[in-house]
Structures are given as structure tokens and as C-alpha cells.
């Protein structure tokens, strides 16, 4: 097998070849410097020293079950991430072919990392406003539906605000789009502050912005939460050395006392919304209780 040994050292893949008792009998180039061990280090030594440790017993009873009818196949399913254990104690993402060598069996091991970054990033992408890297709209509704599914079968309640940004037309025209831009950046990353981890802030398109509020415990809560996170978010900014002063208006409706689907809610968001600008803008609005 020298012969092979040599063709299999120049390839761009890792290469372990293990015997039936699941020691390593060769490693490639690539295999050592993927890993991080010398050749040495791992050569007699059982496969199971590139698995992360808690996975090692199963490895070996499924390394076992190969042996007994190994046929050439993908380790798991084509989405299915691997790690593989380096020396120094990180994982890498790898996809691992497995295939049958004489008596022995070939590992085929190839770093993914780099591909699992441009999918995440591809992913999150497809699912963020560019400009503020919140929620989109695709996002919005999404995490609206499981919202709504989620208090539904768990029996609590959850607050949609639908939010606008007063004034933002008259400002870009005065001082346009490119400051209109960075304003709403930093807008975005504001109404994102102070949010918790199961909350979402969404862009919905424009200067309109929403919150996904779960497991809110009442009205009065809300209200508290949206107007300190609001007063934050209303705070001066400087915008191509412009003083920039900027009011929201925010309307609120409550899962299920407002409605029990997502256009029920929205709407019942919107209107309150609409009546707070016509309030006077910069105010918190539920249809029910009025303006805050």
C-alpha cells in the first residue's frame, strides 16, 4: 500500500486510514497539519483521538457496526456538521467520506469551515435588513408565526409594537439620503439595545420599525419596557456633524387579548401607531387604553 500511501500524500483532503481494531496506520500531509499532531503522535493510536470526547463511545460502537459491512458513504447527512478534535483542544467543521481500503478503512476529511462561514453568512443575509442588520421583513414574520404558535400552546402572552419614526422625511430632504441612511443605522442599533435575547427588532421597510415582545406579564409592562427603551432610542444624535433630534411613535397590541393571527395584530399595532402620530407624535398608543 506504499504506492497508494504516496498518491493519497499530495491530496487536498485529510487522509486517515485506520485497521479493523480502529488504529491509525497512515495519515497524510494534510492530515497532520488539519490536526495539528505530528505523524508520530498518531500513528498507532485509535481513531477516536480526533473525535471531541464526548463523542468518543459513540464513535467507536458506530465504527464497529462499519467494519462489520463497510461500504463507501458520507458520514451522516448531507447538512450533518462533524468536528474533528485537534491537538490543542479546538473543533474544526469537517464532512467525512468513509470507504472501504483492503482490510482497512479510508477516512477522507475535508475542512469545511470556510463553506459553513459563506452559508451562515448567505443565511443571515437573506434574513437582515442590510443597512441596520436587523430583522427583515421575511425574518419579522417569521419569528411573528412562531410567536404566536409558542403562546398559543404555552397559554402566555406576547407584545407586537409597531414603530415609526417621526419627522425622518423632512430631515433626509434637508440633508439627504446618505445622512438619512446613517441616521437610520443608528436608529436601528438603538431600538436593538437593551432588547433581550428572545426579543426581536425588526426593519420593516422605510422608517418603519416593529418589536417582538415574548412572555410579556401585562399591559402596564409593556408600556414601561417600550417607553425606556424608546426614551433611549430618542436621544440626540450627531449625524455628519448635524445635531439630529428625532421622535418615535409606537403602537402596541397584546397577543391573545388583541387578536390571535398575525394580520389581527398588526393591524390592531398599526392603528395604534397612526393614533399616536396624530396625538402628537412621539407617543406609545394602545387602541384599548388610549395614548401614554
Known sequence: MQDDHLLLEWIPDAVVVTDRAG???YVNRRAVSLSGYRRSELIGRKVELLV???LRALHAKDRQRFYAGGHVRLMGAPDTDFSLRRKDGTTV???ISLGPGGKDTVAVIRDVTERRRMEAALEHRALHDPLTDLANRTLFF???HQSIHGASREGHQFALVMLDLDGFKAINDAFGHSTGDKLLKKIGTRLRDGLRATDTAARIGGDEFAWILPRVANMR????????RLAAAQAP???DRQKVSLGISAGISIYPEDGRD?????????SAMYSAKREGRSIVFHLSRGKR
Open 93 to 95: 467543521a469537517v464532512e
Open 237 to 239: 444624535l450627531i449625524v
Open 52 to 54: 471531541p470526547s464526548r
Open 262 to 270: 398575525a394580520d389581527t395584530l398588526i393591524r390592531h399595532a398599526d
Open 142 to 144: 417569521d419569528r411573528l
Open 23 to 25: 488504529m491509525i496506520i
Open 221 to 228: 409592562a409593556v408600556e414601561r419596557t417600550v417607553r425606556k
